[in-house]
């Protein structure tokens, strides 16, 4: 058993036991949200945190979180304080939910500092003995689903983008003498979620003939390198990789026409923003991050070996990505 399945096995045997021994709180003042996890992944729980504010408006929410997601917390305005020491934590929350924990976490609740603990890992192993997993959106949803009524409808996550982003971007774009525009982002922290810069290149010069647009290639400050690679293989990309913060990009998501890209944290934020989309997705678990909306497109080959179910993105071609996006538009 690897060591996130043992973790998930550990939370679900102390969830049990915090819930069915501790007594419940009579009212609801302090919750405590563990999301240590990667851009992608906290977009997904955002409408969870939303929902979990407005169901304990008198409590105090905190999330503990790693540090690169504090803007995308912050601008959901239902959050008390954004935690990334674990030190900064108070000694005992009412609620634990452990979106996605650790070890340290898991104790937390073990020792008795919260009353009630809900845990993501229960909900993902249940999920993989009855069928398979799900989309993120509804693990998640399910995570938290005993706080709230069965009939709770539940919301899709959005953004909340300021207009001052909004501007900044538009200010950008201006620079670069474009007011239409396609995204693409070629990066990914894993290397086999990367699609062959080359094809980028050339899927670029495609989009640029077929439909007049030139194209933005965004990403963190250590991606600009790999963006330059492509941008000098073709005459239509322009590298903006660490000219925007976090709540720029999605920003720039919000204001591109399309977005093609690898399976990343900028593919989620084009996702919930509803925009057209070709997602290229490598190694990964069928459906749990698939984009949602009809005008949204993912290519994911999956092959079935004697070794179990492989996947690689460099079985995607070019002529696939140009045909979703001619389907799509």
């Known amino acids: 058993m690897d060591t996130e399945k043992l973790l998930y096995f550990c939370t679900s045997f102390v969830s049990t036991l ?43 929410i905190d999330v503990y979180c790693k540090s690169m997601n504090n803007a995308l917390v912050d601008q959901t ?10 030190h900064n934590l108070q000694t005992r929350y009412d609620i634990q939910i452990d979106f ?12 008795g500092k919260c009353s009630r603990y809900f845990d993501r890992g229960s909900v993902r192993l ?8 799900k989309h993120e959106i509804e693990t998640n ?16 996550p959005k953004l909340h983008i300021t ?17 239409q525009y396609v995204v693409m982002h070629c990066g990914a922290r894993d290397e086999a979620r990367r699609w062959p810069v080359e094809r980028f290149a050339k899927l670029i010069d495609i989009i640029h003939t077929e439909y007049g647009l030139k194209t933005l290639l965004i990403g963190s400050p250590n991606e600009h390198d790999l963006n330059q690679l492509i941008a000098d293989q073709c005459n239509n990309a322009i590298n903006i990789a660490g000219e925007t913060g976090l709540m720029q990009l999605a920003a720039v998501m919000r204001q591109c026409d399309f977005f093609v890209g690898n399976e990343s944290g900028p593919l989620h934020f084009a996702i919930v ?7 290229l997705f490598g190694p990964g678990v069928k459906d749990v991050f698939y984009p949602l909306y009809p005008n949204q497109r993912a290519i994911h080959h999956i092959h079935s070996g004697m070794k179990g179910d492989f996947d690689s993105i460099n079985d995607i071609t070019v002529e696939e990505v140009t045909n979703a996006l001619t389907e799509m538009m």
């Open 100 to 111: 996605r924990g650790n070890w340290q976490t898991m104790q937390r609740a073990l020792l």
């Open 126 to 133: 249940q999920n993989k003995f009855n069928g398979g997993q």
């Open 77 to 86: 305005s239902a959050v008390t304080s954004i935690v990334n020491d674990p």
């Open 18 to 60: 915090v819930n069915a021994f501790l007594p419940r709180p009579k009212e609801v003042g302090s919750v405590l949200i563990v999301k240590l996890d990667e851009i992608g992944d906290m977009i997904y729980t955002l409408h969870c945190i939303e929902a979990i504010a407005d169901q304990f408006p008198k409590a105090t």
């Open 273 to 279: 923003e509803q925009k057209p989309l070709v997602a």
């Open 163 to 179: 207009e001052d982003d909004q501007e900044s971007v538009r200010g950008l774009t201006a620079k670069y003498g474009i007011s």
């Open 141 to 156: 949803q399910e995570t938290v689903q005993a706080l709230f009524p069965e009939s709770y409808q539940w919301s899709k």
